[in-house]
């Protein structure tokens, strides 16, 4: 009986990840982001298919499906524009992280019934941009690709500074942690997690260096994006931030000179192919594990929470990045972006895979767990829907589609890390 109950949710699986292909093709063609079909159709096979069976734990997600999305993402990120906006990302993604949780975390302390540490943890979940969520979604959109390269690697970098201040945040709450302790964590986690994606990348170059074997270099990069974010995880560091370091150190090691034409072309491939389908399963499951009638309960903490992250999100990208860029007078890794590209970061600040695995990573015991899970899925659920089915609007509106075009926006064929058509 048990293997048949597996069987059965097996079954249910696959025709779901049809259903989800095929929801992609019809949105393609109707020009509707890929990611909006995906949700719609988890949210729909939540309510009309109960009985799946499906559980979605955070392990799934966290350990399975999001490190070769962001290994992909890390790995195609164009390294001249990467050292040109480096200071803009690293300030977007650490204290832009930290000042939208703990802005969110104040409005909804001071305005629903959820504490501070509460309303602080609701912050930490949707204080990051889901490298899932943007890179699905500018994949598709002809921007110009400095500005790709920023709106991509931030949401690469800052999940891993979210994921690591949650889990402070949430040892301070449950007692598990003092104050001082969590600080020393996170600063250390953020420090030390890029040194180790460094390092493994590195030595995964060097490796592929080594043999001209195509079918071993591929092998390489698998055993690079899982082993360096497990590594990191087993000695309670980022894996996040460590696979995007080992990521794109590889791309600057490996794809130079490293890898044979036949490796790079299998390797782009590849992964290519396994962002694509992992991202179409992430973004199902986000659709199933969300509840509409809990959503419904708490519509009004959910609406200010909204508002709070979308008002903390302008203080980051219009204060720190438009008027911090310009004060300084645009020093080195700080580009001074025109105000149409600032328009674009702001609304690009969507939410999705990762908040959604922290949530399910809350203890059932927490007091408050089930308000601070509905709020953090209720924003989660605005941000897809609502700035996912639009950013294509905003884009044309403010960018507008004459500027899209040309080399900017288009292929680089010179170069490691060359990123073909991808933006």
Same mark, same amino acid.
Not at 241 to 246: R, S
Not at 281 to 298: D, H, N, P, Q, T
């Given at each position: ?20 292909? %095929?929801?992609? =093709?019809?949105?393609? $063609?109707? !020009?509707?982001?890929? &990611?909006?079909? *995906? +949700? /719609? #159709?988890? @949210? %729909?096979?939540? =309510?009309?298919?109960? $009985?799946? !069976?499906?559980?979605? &734990?955070?392990? *799934? +997600? /966290? #350990?399975? @499906? ?15 524009? *990467? ?341």
């Amino acid at each position: 009986m048990t293997v048949g109950l597996e069987l059965a949710t097996v079954a249910a699986f696959v025709i779901l990840i049809a259903a989800a292909i %095929a929801v992609v =093709v019809v949105a393609r $063609r109707v !020009g509707v982001p890929d &990611t909006v079909g *995906l +949700v /719609l #159709l988890g @949210l %729909a096979a939540s =309510v009309l298919l109960p $009985r799946l !069976g499906l559980e979605v &734990t955070p392990e *799934l +997600v /966290l #350990l399975v @499906l999001l490190p070769g999305i962001i290994f992909d993402g890390g790995y195609r990120t164009h390294v001249e524009d *990467l050292r040109q906006s480096l200071g803009a990302i690293l300030v977007l993604a650490v204290p832009g992280v930290i000042i939208v949780a703990a802005f969110t975390g104040l409005v909804l302390d001071l305005t629903t019934e959820l504490t501070f540490g509460q309303a602080f943890l609701v912050g930490a979940i949707v204080s990051a941009t889901d490298p899932a969520a943007v890179i699905a979604t500018f994949r598709r959109l002809r921007t110009p690709r400095l500005l790709g390269t920023v709106v991509e690697t931030e949401s690469l970098v800052n999940d891993g500074t979210g994921v690591v201040l949650f889990t402070v945040a949430l040892a301070v709450l449950t007692g598990g942690a003092p104050e001082t302790s969590g600080v020393v964590t996170f600063l250390a986690a953020v420090v030390v997690s890029p040194l180790l994606g460094i390092a493994a990348g590195y030595i995964a170059a060097r490796l592929i260096g080594m043999t001209t074997d195509h079918l071993l270099e591929v092998s390489i990069t698998i055993v690079l994006a899982y082993g360096v974010y497990a590594g990191a995880e087993a000695v309670h560091l980022s894996g996040i931030l460590a696979t995007v370091t080992a990521a794109v150190t590889l791309g600057i090691f490996g794809r130079g000179s490293a890898m044979s034409a036949r490796a790079r072309d299998a390797i782009d491939a590849f992964w290519e192919v396994v962002a694509f389908v992992l991202t179409v399963i992430v973004f199902l499951l986000v659709g199933v594990v969300i509840e509409l009638e809990a959503l419904a309960r708490a519509a009004g903490p959910i609406v200010i929470g909204i508002l709070a992250i979308t008002v903390g999100r302008a203080i980051v990208v219009y204060g720190l990045i438009g008027v911090g860029a310009r004060a300084l007078r645009g020093p080195r890794g700080m580009p001074k972006m025109p105000l149409p590209w600032l328009h674009v970061l702001f609304w690009s600040g969507l939410r999705g895979a990762v908040a959604v695995a922290l949530v399910l990573s809350i203890p059932r015991g927490l007091d408050g767990r089930d308000l601070v899970a509905d709020v953090a899925f209720g924003i989660i659920l605005f941000t897809l829907l609502a700035q996912g089915s639009t950013i294509g609007i905003v884009i044309d509106r403010t960018i507008g589609p004459a500027r899209r075009g040309g080399p900017s926006a288009g292929t680089d064929e010179a170069g490691p890390g060359a990123r073909p058509a991808k933006l």
